[in-house]
């Protein structure tokens, strides 16, 4: 037994209401890859699987996480961010009660 994560991955189709999404799947920890961020062909080639670590790349637990993950490809930078407001109006209308 190792202390570290040895992964097995091989090539998965994997058909998510009528669209198939490709990506590798690794057996011993059932983690999907995103086939947006990683070059797949590389990980796992079709013919075989590898042992190729992957460090840096988002790894998922479940289908619906890597299809959710897979919907952000599709957002613009812009729509991604969150602005907050801080709402001056209430201290003020405060302060003139007060008085």
């Known amino acids: 037994m190792s202390l570290f994560w040895e992964p097995k991955w091989r090539r998965v189709s994997l058909n998510v209401d ?3 999404i ?3 799947l690794d057996t011993s920890t059932s983690l ?3 086939p947006v961020c990683v070059r797949i062909n590389e990980v796992c080639p079709e013919v075989e699987g590898s042992f190729r ?3 840096d790349k988002p790894l998922f637990f479940s289908i619906t996480d890597l299809v959710n993950h897979l919907r952000s490809h599709t957002i613009s930078g812009e729509a991604k961010r969150i602005v907050v407001k801080k709402e001056e109006e ?3 209308v405060e302060e003139e009660e007060e008085d």
């Open 18 to 20: 009528g669209v198939v």
């Open 22 to 24: 490709e990506t590798c």
């Open 32 to 34: 999907l890859l995103c």
């Open 53 to 55: 670590q992957v460090v």
């Open 90 to 92: 209430e201290e003020s």
